[in-house]
């Protein structure tokens, strides 16, 4: 029986990443991947669409994803920022304040676990923001956003002691997206459009060399499909 997974993403950006990159990748190991994107502000499915800001919307949408079929072939997953995370979400975890350190966002990914009590789901929230994986390699963020090398090689120089690209915090001038926008001026309107081809250029295996969080939740999947 064919595996299949359906990836809960935040946004446009990472919804085309799963389409173009992981969908493509998953199916070579036995795993037929499937966005969604996020409910935004209604229950209604056909409604705004993208963005993590209402958690009962996003918490009513998963309950219906997870009842319409029980195949035990069928799991799910999330592609969510913690950068900007609803309150309401970190309070599932206790949490007060905005999380960082890897043993939180663990916590808070149990928590989120533990409102579904759904064993095909396994969410993952991705640290700090998704753009730590187009950090993971400037070279080709360089030729794809090309009128802005300049800026992007100064990046480069200021990133270069992260081996960890997910380390890159996430304070008001310094998280992995305004780092990009600081150099990038046009980077929130070209985003969805260009991340995949980043992160093409870049290859998989060098976003998770960098990226050891995404390189973990990506081999689950691998490895779960058994090709």
Not at 25 to 51: E, F, M, W, Y
Request: glycine share 4%.
């Amino acid at each position: 029986m064919s595996k299949r997974l359906v990836i809960y993403c935040e946004g446009q950006t990472e919804e085309m990443v799963v389409n173009r990159l992981l969908r493509p990748h998953l199916a070579l190991c036995g795993v037929k991947a499937r966005p969604i994107l996020a409910a935004n502000s209604t229950r209604n499915p056909d409604g705004q669409r993208g963005g993590f800001v209402n958690w009962d919307a996003i918490e009513a949408d998963l309950k219906t994803e997870f009842s319409i079929d029980p195949d035990p072939n069928l799991c799910f997953t999330t592609l969510l920022d913690v950068f900007r995370m609803p309150k309401k979400v970190l309070e599932l975890a206790g949490f007060t304040a905005p999380i960082s350190s890897v043993p939180d966002i663990e916590k808070l990914e149990a928590a989120i676990f533990n409102v579904f009590q759904e064993p095909r789901f396994k969410p993952y929230l991705q640290r700090h923001e998704f753009e730590a994986l187009l950090l993971a390699d400037c070279d080709a963020l360089a030729n794809v956003f090309h009128r802005h090398a300049p800026g992007i090689e100064k990046l480069q120089s200021e990133i270069s002691g992260f081996a960890n690209t997910e380390d890159i915090n996430h304070g008001n001038e310094t998280h992995p997206a305004a780092r990009l926008s600081s150099v990038i001026p046009d980077y929130e309107n070209l985003k969805a459009s260009n991340a995949y081809f980043v992160l093409a250029q870049a290859t998989l295996d060098r976003v998770r060399a960098k990226n050891p969080r995404f390189h973990a939740w990506l081999e689950h999947w691998e490895k779960w499909g058994g090709v």
